[in-house]
């Protein structure tokens, strides 16, 4: 079998790669740049070629697309450390097996090449896709590698999309994404937010009316269907949609045609339908406010946009590219955030998601005293007090009264609770960590968090492994010891939980 290629600037990357395939008896090959390969690319051929995109000298995709032309059959996995949708997008319309976000678990990485390398010996080509131009979302979390990989897989369909996810999250940026890098992207992209139309207005605005249809209709008036021809119409809040417009709905999506509002001859809808919703459908389905065999029309592929607390590891991220959007608009100096408050930022549930981070970017450059945010710069309300049963509990105060720190108790970003509160069944003693243990999730469950258990047990694992490394002086093999957790367990929660720094 013929060697993996690794084309790296980075020679750690390298030699990483090169042991770990060694172990599975995968032959290597290594080179700094992409002209090295290029030059060996005229003397032979690898198995699998793994390469960075951004490297001195030339560009990976670059040596992507030579590769597709000379060895069309030949799987290139493309890998970086600037996790954008393009860089996704890019890889996949350039014909990539598949995009490896640094940076990388190594099991999770060779393994992805041994199943490239299964598809080398059957000798199928990947992909053969078109390319992208600016950026438009970002995202390292794993959650986001996987929604910039199905607008990649998607790029050639003209498929139905219905996108779930909480308000905020961006769902209208993935609807765009989508259009964009659609065969129907030199149409026209027209966005209809179907619960902000009252429900009198709302068969207007989607199908249009003819001169006299009701009162105050004085001209022919095209509605969305006719407005997104040959393009996209994003129906926003679809569930929010009232029961009949469904059903014309329905008939558009499986007709292709429809009436204006006091028409009497078909249009065709040459429209592809992209719908988003915070809402569950299935449950509303269930209760009889929205159409079964609407939902499924609509449900052909699904896409959940995940809430930014399921991305923390996006915050920094995000806030310092809304801060420089924020500056050019502004036309300002962008301001710089400290490490502790970027931790601190990382660490808040952020209820109303992306949305809520960028309004926060905005006001951020427009009242922070100084260039670089300090934690103390934050608005109030996102300070670290709480509110618990209308009295006010400091942190400092709370850890303070109790004798534990926050992050023995588990702090991130949210209050501790007051000893005082919680209580337990006679004879069973409490801890004050499970006294505020019970009061936090008194607080989230009353706020209608999703996925508390997910969220507490993660913020509790990210706590107790800290503490171990802190008590450790960073010793990753004693502090496994110390919990009783295994060497490799404690190397993959440091990875997930992005607690390495």
Request: with cysteine; aromatic share 6%.
């Amino acid at each position: 079998m013929k060697p993996i290629w690794i084309v790296d600037d980075d020679q750690s990357i390298r030699w990483v790669l090169e042991k770990a395939l060694a172990r599975e008896n995968f032959a290597t090959r290594s080179f700094s740049g992409v002209r090295d390969a290029l030059a060996a690319l005229e003397q032979e051929s690898p198995q699998v070629l793994v390469s960075d995109i951004r490297m001195p000298g030339g560009s990976g995709l670059e040596l992507l697309q030579t590769v597709r032309e000379r060895l069309p059959g030949l799987p290139v996995i493309i890998m970086t450390a600037f996790s954008d949708l393009d860089s996704a997008v890019a890889a996949f319309q350039g014909g990539a097996f598949e995009y490896l976000a640094k940076p990388f678990d190594v099991d999770k990485a060779v393994e992805l090449i041994r199943r490239a390398v299964d598809e080398s010996m059957r000798g199928e080509a990947a992909y053969d896709d078109r390319v992208t131009e600016t950026p438009e979302m970002l995202g390292q979390a794993p959650a986001m590698q996987d929604m910039f990989r199905a607008i990649g897989r998607l790029s050639h369909s003209a498929a139905t999309v219905l996108i779930t996810g909480e308000s905020g999250t961006g769902k209208e940026l993935v609807a765009r994404a989508l259009h964009r890098h659609s065969p129907r992207a030199n149409g026209p992209f027209i966005a209809l937010n179907t619960a902000a139309i009252p429900k009198d207005l709302l068969e207007s605005e989607l199908f249009g009316h003819e001169r006299g249809a009701f009162t105050g209709a004085q001209a022919m008036r095209q509605g969305r269907f006719e407005q997104a021809e040959n393009g996209t119409l994003f129906l926003d809040e679809i569930g929010d949609m009232p029961f009949d417009l469904q059903t014309r709905l329905l008939r558009v999506l499986s007709d292709g045609q429809f009436y204006r509002v006091g028409g009497h001859n078909p249009l065709k809808a040459n429209v592809r339908v992209i719908a988003a919703t915070h809402q569950n459908l299935e449950s509303r389905v269930r209760q009889g406010l929205f159409r079964e065999d609407l939902y499924h029309r609509l449900n052909v592929i699904r896409l959940r946009l995940p809430a930014l607390r399921e991305r923390s590891e996006d915050i920094p991220l995000l806030t310092r590219h809304f801060l420089q959007k924020s500056a050019r608009d502004l036309g300002v100096e962008s301001k710089r955030v400290s490490e502790d408050a970027l931790a601190y930022l990382a660490s808040l549930p952020f209820p109303g998601n992306v949305r809520q981070l960028e309004n926060l970017c905005n006001w951020l450059t427009v009242m922070a005293p100084a260039q670089t945010i300090e934690q103390k710069d934050l608005p109030p309300d996102l300070t670290p007090t709480q509110e618990y049963a209308g009295e006010s509990t400091s942190l400092t105060a709370t850890a303070e009264a109790s004798g534990t720190s926050q992050s023995a108790a588990g702090h991130n970003g949210t209050t501790s609770a007051p000893a005082t509160l919680g209580t337990a069944p006679a004879g069973v003693p409490v801890s004050v960590w499970e006294n505020g243990l019970r009061t936090e999730v008194a607080r989230l469950l009353r706020e209608n968090t999703a996925d508390v258990m997910d969220e507490l047990a993660r913020r509790f694992e990210a706590a107790v492994i800290r503490e171990a490394l802190d008590f450790t002086r960073g010793r990753k093999v004693e502090a496994a010891e110390r919990l009783g957790i295994g060497r490799n367990t404690i190397t993959r929660k440091i990875q997930e939980l992005h607690l390495d720094a």
